[in-house]
């Protein structure tokens, strides 16, 4: 009977192993439900992005010099000029893993996924599977050709029951702490980054820089755009995620996303953020994140929304908050703090008398649609 009881105890350890494996990644994927970037195309490279000249974490747009505008600073689409990066905020070819993140919850994110879940989930699967071919060998009909008929052991029922419970419950603890920091309010002096979801291009709203809008599209290839039109570059980003106005957003300082749609559900997804936030007609969702590190980050469309989905890249550049600054002013936004004098806009110039304050977003929008020649709302035909 010892010997029986042995085996049923191994058995039984199997068995709930293989429970609490197929159990662990599932608490993995609650746990990052709605802000986990798509892994598929993660790589993982040590570089650094280029810009140097990095303003401090923590400087407030009410600290900022006055600005002004500085044309040669400004690329084609009135970005500062800056070009991807190998490796940061783009997938690479071959890699697997999470890219690397810019953002506090992003790094602790991506150690809780390396660090804690894929060794748990490793650990549990080679259990599972050596317990598996020890049975299949070692209980076999030709080797134990009269078997136990062993039916219920107490205490093993309850040991399979409450190991996993305590696996769960282990990895739900700092599982649900991230969740909670990727949904903690923004503070005060947040920079407020309005994203509208289009079919199929996005559109971007800065109410505290004087409510300046940008309309951002798919750059297309050379072959496939008009005459006059631009066409992607190598130095605008990769086919199908380069775009012809990049969202400009200042390093170390807290910026409160805010997301809706003009028409379908989108999402607005940065994986080098760890940002995935549903674009929902009638709706406003936010989240905030601070940007640590200067570069080039880029991101997709994430939620179905038509024909034209993988056609509405997102390409976000980080720059210093001085270097923002002057993209607010030249794209006609105001700064706080700052007497500014924008150009061509005195709606703008108003705002800025009295400050970002919310009445500030009633200065009707800039256009800065010169870029390009893509008209607002045209979308992309895509291939
Ligand atoms: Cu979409």
Known sequence: M????????????????????????????????????????????????????????????????????????????????????????????????IQPQVTKNGERAKHFHNAILLPVIIAISVFVLFLLLWVVFRFRAAANPVPSKTAHNTTIEVVWTLVPVLILVLLAIPSIGLLSAQ?????????????????????????DNG???????????????????????????PRLLAVDNRVVLPV????????????????????????????????????????????LYFGQCSELCGPKHGYMPIAVQAVPLDVYNRWVVAKGGTVAGAAVAPPASDNAAVAATTGPTVNATTAAPTSNQAATANPAGAGNPGN
Do not use: C
């Open 2 to 97: 010892r010997f029986i009881g042995l085996k049923s105890t191994m058995l039984a350890v199997g068995l709930m192993l293989a429970g609490a494996g197929h159990a662990a990644p599932q608490a993995a994927n609650s746990a990052a439900t709605a802000t986990t970037p798509s892994t598929a195309t993660a790589p993982a490279a040590p570089a650094q992005p280029v810009t140097a000249d990095v303003k401090p974490a923590g400087t407030t747009p009410a600290a900022a010099a006055t600005p002004a505008a500085d044309p040669e600073m400004l690329a084609r689409d009135g970005a500062p000029e800056l070009a991807p990066t190998k490796g940061i905020g783009d997938a690479v070819d071959g890699d697997i893993g």
């Open 211 to 237: 409510g300046f809008e940008i309309t951002s599209n798919l750059l297309k290839e050379k072959d496939e755009v008009a005459p006059g039109e631009r066409a992607r570059e190598e130095a605008d980003g």
């Open 252 to 295: 170390g300082v807290p910026i409160r996303l805010i997301t809706t749609s003009a028409d379908v559900i989108h999402s607005w997804a940065i994986p080098a953020f760890w940002i995935k936030l549903d674009a929902v007609p009638g709706r406003l969702n936010e989240t905030s994140f601070t940007i640590e590190k200067p570069g």
């Open 183 to 207: 949904f903690k309010p923004p503070p005060k002096d947040a920079i407020t980054l309005k994203v509208t979801g289009n079919q199929w291009y996005w559109t971007y709203t800065y109410p």
